[in-house]
C-alpha cells in the first residue's frame, strides 16, 4: 500500500502524519527516522483494523481519484 505522508518541522526534528488517516502525529530527529515512525504507526493501525474486522461481511472497492 502507499500513503501520502505530510512531514513538517517540529521542536523535536520532523513531525509526520498520513491525511488519509488522520490522528498519526509520530516523529523523528531526521526524516528517515520520521517516515520509519510513520511506517510502523500504520503498520500497527492495519493490523488493528484487520483483527476488529475478523468475522465481519467485508467488501472491497477501488477508488480512482
Not at 518541522?9 to 515512525?37: C, D, H, K, R, Y
Amino acid at each position: 500500500m502507499t500513503y501520502k505522508v505530510v512531514l513538517e518541522p517540529s521542536e523535536e526534528g520532523i513531525s509526520a502524519s498520513v491525511p488519509g488517516l488522520p490522528g498519526f502525529w509520530p516523529q523523528g530527529a531526521t526524516e528517515t527516522e520520521a517516515l520509519a515512525n510513520i511506517a510502523e504507526a500504520i503498520r500497527e493501525y492495519l493490523a488493528v483494523v484487520h483483527e476488529q474486522l475478523q468475522g465481519a461481511n467485508v467488501r472491497e472497492i477501488e477508488v480512482t481519484v
